[in-house]
């Protein structure tokens, strides 16, 4: 069986397990069963294939899982055994090598895709909005291509592809992890080469300048091309909203193919 963890420090982690399941029965080979389970500790998460990091509040989750040594554990998992993540809304804030956060004093991060996010870039809990996204990868799944549910609830944008780090060559990721027990030093220098391959933009939302138009405000020229709210780099995913709190499970059914894809490698 292949298993699934949710981190499950806080926020909306047994939706995605709801959602996981309802998409497991949309993956149709015979000889495949999944394992869905709630991750609060590195002993749980040592056992996972894959991760999903729900929606909630980054600063809490990143605090909690910094006080056990379940963030290094998490960093491992991202960046040196390279399995497959997703993060949705907070889950993308952990997920960025960097966020610029207007509240000081912030969170610890795990990296692992080359971006920056823009935390809380939508505005405050009250602005929260449903947008129908148009997502181009759903349509490679051979899912119908619907407009997507997109619910944004403060939620972070991508506001920069961070340039690569000199000297990280993309076909890195295909050095095999062949040593059994790597040394610290190993694995801190293949960490360093974590992020695999190029940021692929995901999904945009476009719309923003309508929305902007409407409250009257102004709106600025790098508006009008919408908002980066999916990104995808090597083994990580991540999206500014959360199709958790949705019932539509189109991107858990194309996430678990890509977790199928990448056991199977
Ligand atoms: N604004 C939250 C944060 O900074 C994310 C909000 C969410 O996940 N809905 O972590």
Redesign the pocket.
Known sequence: AITIGVLAVQ?AFLEHITLLRKAAGEITSTDLSFNFIEVRTSGELYTCDALIIP?????TISLVAARTDLLDCLRDFVKVERKPVWGS??GL?LLSEAANSTKRGGQELIGGIDVRVN??HFGRQIESFQADLKLPFLDQARMPADAFPGVF????VVEKLLPKVEGVQADEQQVPDSVVAPSKQAKDEKAQAASSGQVEIMGVLPGRMKRAAEKGAEIRASEEAGDIIAVKQGNVFGTSF?PELTADFRIHVWWLQQVVAAVNR
């Open positions: 926020g929606g909630g509040e980054s600063t809304c907070a804030i935390r809380n609830i403060r939620a972070p959360h």
